[in-house]
């Protein structure tokens, strides 16, 4: 038996010692391939992004005109007291710089918008990436990737159209701007320019909006509702959804923990914090008609881009307090005259039915659909008549039920133009309503039962004006109309109304140019005109009384404004010269070449009355009247300053003389209301025929103000509605407020005056020792001549 071989095993090598195979090759072929790969896609990367950038960012704007940076930013209007009175925008933006604009609020905004700002160099690879992965789990687009500079380069440059194409060029310019402008100056310019809702653009105008306030006044959690609302300003306002905007400032404080901004105990106490909002407004305008009046000025001298896209700062001469007092007279005496007119009926009538809740309803929602400022101001609101009694009327209102007794609307008589409306009273309710009556109410005060005690009231439908100047010719108020939004007609400057007798003095003055004097005699008697001999058109002028009064001085014929007498004076000094005098005052509307004119049969404007009425105030000089002190653009630069246009148009001597008289026209004549103002006060009423316009120019040393009232439409106010009934309770109410606290002046007195004691019947002078006899005053290169049966004149001192 053979014996077997011990198996042997082969030894196997260390690792060190293996010989390489064939695969080592393999592998390094593998890895030059890939190096080879990774390089030739990183050149067509490369040249891939080359080809991009450069088929993209043709025709892409240069990012460097931000160096001048000038977006739409909104024109504002000062008063005299640099106060501000209204904007014109497009967009309402008002910059700020960094400086002004809270640490917080910025933070905010890197918070919600872009937390890699100061990292990153214009697009952040990293916020892509996460949105993408974010979209495509959601499977809509719920986040994007864009940075602060991309929304600005979007913004300044491009359309918001979505799609690959924009945002290519969105990224290029946003690395533009990157390599341009500093973090601090594209994050400044991102805060001025993105919108914010509601017509707020820019951090300031945000401010303001949302919480009345200027950026730099906020607190911490209204920077985060402000910095918040850019990606969705309508769906996050907190004017349309509160809790959606608390949720999203909320969201923002969370952020800003995170980052630690703020810390995590303040985060808690702010998100429980209420928004407490400012209460949004429709455009700044105090001064409607005066505002526009300017608008159409600069627009005409600039152009509407420079109004509404370029920021200028006008300085008005405006005093806001009496343009206030001035629209709150207007609207309550034409409320108060418009009564005397008479009751026009219900606003509408409906059916009550016996569920009071819907009907509660209704009076609500027509309250919400039709109220302004002056309405609610004064608590005045629509309301339905629920039931009416002998003496009674049960009321549904807002706010409650409320009674109308009749003596809160015993006005509501039918309206009649031949009754006077002050005497003219309803004695039963019944007499101007019935139940289902919708009507305007006036709550007063309540009554002992808990109802509202109430008035009836109505929409004027008169309408009314005022202006009024300073001596130096700056407009301190101008008022066109009941109500800016009801009508835009600027009744102070486009509507031209005949002026009556408050054009007398124009003609007055004129005759004491011409030798007259305020003693001169006129016979105040009948008198027939006719243009010819074969005309049989006569003119049978006569005074407001239908009476005449003999020999008459020309200060008597003033003071109770006797109309033939005028027109003796005009026919004595001749029409043309008339005509030519009124154009030296500034009148420029056309004049009828007929003696008419003397009793104000032309039309005119109220801005040119008041205008021609300082002649008289500044001594016979007139000074064009100015509205603006100064305009600087947005640089802070005086592009508009007007010049002082005076010209001596009378000689100061006359201009007192005619001022001398119409003080006596307040102290004994048509104006004698107006002595209630307690100072030196001159001034004219006029009234038309058949009471259809109502008049009163006057001024004191310091203020020369007009007032018109009358309907858009040619027709009769009613019986005896004159310009001393009509316009001067506004007048008076204006210029009380106007000047109270002003000491009391008295007009100047020209050099060029001497004053006589006269004796009133003839106008000649006197000595002292005649008991009929006063003091008058004349041209001192005129003096009156001397009564025959008088030794001597008696001059006094001008003073």
Same mark, same amino acid.
């Given at each position: ?42 050149? %067509? ?11 993209y960012s043709k025709d892409l704007p240069d990012v460097r005109v931000l160096k001048n940076y000038h977006p739409n930013i909104i024109t504002q ?16 933006? $008002? ?16 918070? =919600? ?16 990436? +996460? ?9 809509? =687009? ?19 159209? +979505? ?22 100056? $594209? ?106 009046? !300017? ?39 034409? +409320? ?26 209704? =009076? ?13 101001t004064h608590n005045i609101s629509r309301g339905v008549v629920l039931d009416v009694d002998d003496q009674d009327v049960l009321v549904l209102m ?5 009674? $109308?007794? !009749?003596?809160?609307?015993?006005? %509501? ?51 009314? %004006? ?42 007055? %003055? ?17 008198? !027939? ?56 005052f500034g009148i420029t509307s056309h004049m009828e070449d007929n003696l008419s004119i003397a009793l104000g049969s032309s039309g005119l404007t ?39 246009? =005076? ?56 203020? $020369? ?95």
């Amino acid at each position: 038996m053979t014996q077997k071989k011990p198996r042997t095993f082969k030894k196997i090598p260390p690792k060190s010692a293996r010989k390489p195979r064939k695969s080592r090759g393999f592998l390094r072929f593998l890895w030059i391939s890939g190096i080879s790969l990774f390089l030739i896609c990183t050149l %067509a990367g490369f040249i891939g992004a080359g080809y991009i950038y450069f088929k993209y960012s043709k025709d892409l704007p240069d990012v460097r005109v931000l160096k001048n940076y000038h977006p739409n930013i909104i024109t504002q209007l000062y008063s005299e007291k640099d106060e501000l009175i209204a904007e014109f925008y497009v967009e309402k933006r $008002i910059l700020v710089p960094a400086e002004k604009i809270p640490r917080q609020l910025k933070q905010a905004t890197l918070a =919600v918008e872009d937390s890699n700002f100061y990292s990153h160099f214009g697009i952040d690879p990293k916020a892509i990436f +996460r949105a993408m992965i974010t979209n495509f789990q959601a499977g809509h =687009v719920v986040e994007g990737g864009s940075t602060i500079t991309q929304q600005l380069a979007k913004t300044l440059f491009l359309t918001p159209q +979505r799609n690959l194409e924009r945002k290519i060029r969105e990224a290029i310019l946003a690395v533009r701007l990157e390599m341009i402008f500093t973090k601090e100056e $594209i994050l400044e310019m991102y805060l001025n320019q993105i919108y914010y809702g509601h017509g707020a653009y820019g951090v300031e105008g945000a401010a303001q909006t949302y919480f009345g306030k200027h950026v730099e006044e906020l607190a911490v959690e209204e920077c985060a509702l402000i910095a918040a609302l850019p990606k969705a300003p309508n769906n996050y306002s907190p004017y349309r959804n509160l809790k959606k905007a608390t949720a999203r400032r909320n969201h923002a404080l969370r952020r800003m923990a995170t980052l630690n901004f703020i810390s995590q105990a303040e985060m808690e106490l702010l998100t429980k914090t209420n928004i407490r909002l400012g209460g949004i407004s429709d455009k700044l305008n105090k001064a409607p008609y005066f505002v526009e009046y !300017i608008r159409q000025f600069i627009q005409d001298e600039y152009g509407s881009s420079k109004v509404y896209r370029d920021g200028l700062k006008v300085f008005t001469t405006l005093n806001l307090k009496n343009q206030l007092v001035a629209q709150g007279a207007i609207r309550t005496n034409l +409320r108060v005259a418009d009564k005397r007119y008479g009751y026009r009926g219900p606003i509408d009538r409906i059916s009550v039915g016996e569920d009071l809740y819907e009907l509660q309803q209704y =009076v609500s929602r027509i309250n919400e659909e039709g109220s302004n400022d002056y309405n609610e101001t004064h608590n005045i609101s629509r309301g339905v008549v629920l039931d009416v009694d002998d003496q009674d009327v049960l009321v549904l209102m807002s706010s409650g039920e409320g009674i $109308i007794n !009749i003596s809160d609307m015993e006005w %509501a008589r039918k309206p009649n133009i031949k009754l006077d409306g002050r005497w003219a009273k309803i004695k039963h309710p019944s007499n101007a309503l019935t139940r289902g009556d919708v009507i305007w109410v006036k709550k007063l005060d309540v009554r002992e039962d808990g109802r509202w005690r109430a008035a009836l009231e109505q929409e004027p439908e008169v309408e009314g %004006a005022l202006m009024s100047l300073d001596r130096k010719g700056h407009i301190k108020s101008m008022v066109g109309g009941y109500d800016f939004g009801r009508s835009q007609f600027n009744r102070a400057v486009q509507a031209i109304r005949q002026p009556g007798s408050a054009f007398k003095p124009i003609i007055f %003055a004129g005759a004491i140019s011409e030798g007259f004097t305020p003693a001169s005699i006129i016979i105040d008697s009948p008198v !027939i005109f006719k243009e010819n001999e074969h005309d049989f058109d006569k003119w049978k002028p006569a005074n407001f009384e239908k009476k005449f009064y003999g020999p008459t001085s020309l200060r008597t014929a003033l003071t109770h404004s006797r109309n033939v007498v005028t027109i003796k004076l005009l026919q004595s000094i001749g029409i043309q010269n008339a005509i030519s005098l009124a154009r030296q005052f500034g009148i420029t509307s056309h004049m009828e070449d007929n003696l008419s004119i003397a009793l104000g049969s032309s039309g005119l404007t109220l801005f040119e009355l008041t205008s021609a009425y300082s002649v008289f105030a500044n001594l016979g000089k007139r000074i064009k009247p100015v509205s603006i002190r100064y305009i600087e653009d947005r640089k802070g630069q005086v592009i508009y300053q007007p010049l002082p246009e =005076v010209e001596q148009v009378l000689k100061s001597g006359v201009g007192y003389l005619v001022t001398s008289l119409m003080q006596s026209v307040v102290n004994e004549g048509t104006g004698s209301k107006v002595k209630a103002l307690n100072r030196p006060v001159a001034g004219k009423t006029g009234t038309t025929n058949d009471f259809v316009d109502a008049w009163f120019l006057g001024f004191t040393p310091e203020l $020369i103000t007009g007032v018109w009232v009358g309907k858009d439409v040619d027709e009769p106010l009613g019986v005896n509605e004159t310009g001393s009934r009509t316009a001067i309770p506004i007048w008076l109410e204006y210029m009380q407020a106007a000047l109270g606290g002003l000491p009391i002046q008295d007009f100047p007195i020209s050099k060029e005056v001497s004053f006589y004691k006269i004796n009133p019947e003839t106008g000649k002078a006197v000595t002292s020792n005649n008991g009929n006899s006063k003091f008058e005053v004349f041209l001192t290169d005129h003096p009156p001549e001397k009564d025959i049966n008088s030794s001597q004149s008696i001059m006094a001192n001008n003073f």
